[in-house]
T-cell receptor
Framework: AQSVTQLGSHVSVSEGALVLLRCNYS??????LFWYVQYPNQGLQLLLK??????LVKGINGFEAEFKKSETSFHLTKPSAHMSDAAEYFC????????????FGSGTRLQVQP | EAGVAQSPRYKIIEKRQSVAFWCNPI?????LYWYQQILGQGPKLLIQ????????DSQLPKDRFSAERLKGVDSTLKIQPAKLEDSAVYLC????????????FGPGTRLTVL
């Protein structure tokens, strides 16, 4: 069984400031972790993923995330926020064996102030 | 490459009516998922298909929801009869099937039950 907790349903940052979105997971097997972004009235788009290997993963649009097994965390960061980053962000963990479906967190809405 | 197609994009019905949603996955993707996303929450799996067989439907309310994937390509999700709590966005996703493979999401169908 697996679960995901995203701390902070809303995060507001100024344009150019650091973005930090928090994600903690629980998994009975080594986790495969994902961050997706959702813009209004659109489906989800993959930002980045961790499967095995390097624990710091880089994604699209300047985002990156670090897998920390000891902390069961997979926080998403971006050094400098842009207005176009305003969206809903979801952290997810993949199921094991044949059940590949994603278990999502409740999401964090990112606001970027000018 | 064409993405995941869904129709209709929006649907408004009254409670106790029936409704059906259609999904056309990315060509060659063996695995297809239907997720339900209630406002303010992350997507939750309803059913997972591998080709035309069901892998996981443990969270599908089978007394009112049904889904099929004939010939292992297109899929339909049906609700009969609808309840107020079924108001949500229904997302279809497809992937090549491996645990680390990206799931590609369609734009979703927003259902409002009055």
């Amino acid at each position: 069984a697996q679960s995901v907790t995203q701390l902070g349903s809303h995060v507001s940052v100024s344009e150019g400031a650091l973005v930090l979105l928090r994600c903690n997971y629980s998994s009975s097997v080594p986790p495969y972790l994902f961050w997706y972004v959702q813009y209004p009235n659109q489906g989800l788009q993959l930002l980045l993923k961790y499967t095995t290997g390097a624990t710091l993963v880089k994604g699209i649009n300047g985002f990156e995330a670090e897998f920390k097994k000891s902390e069961t965390s997979f926080h998403l960061t971006k050094p400098s926020a842009h207005m176009s980053d305003a969206a809903e962000y979801f952290c997810a963990v993949s199921g094991d064996t044949g059940r590949r479906a994603l278990t999502f967190g409740s999401g964090t809405r990112l606001q970027v102030q000018p | 490459e064409a993405g995941v197609a869904q129709s209709p994009r929006y649907k408004i019905i009254e409670k106790r009516q029936s409704v059906a949603f259609w999904c056309n996955p990315i060509s060659g993707h063996a695995t297809l998922y239907w997720y339900q996303q209630i406002l303010g929450q992350g997507p939750k799996l309803l059913i997972q298909f591998q080709n035309n067989g069901v892998v996981d439907d443990s969270q599908l309310p089978k007394d009112r929801f049904s889904a099929e994937r004939l010939k292992g390509v297109d899929s339909t999700l049906k609700i009969q009869p609808a309840k107020l709590e079924d108001s949500a966005v229904y997302l279809c996703a497809s992937s090549l099937g491996g645990r680390g493979n990206e799931q590609f999401f369609g734009p979703g169908t927003r259902l409002t039950v009055l």
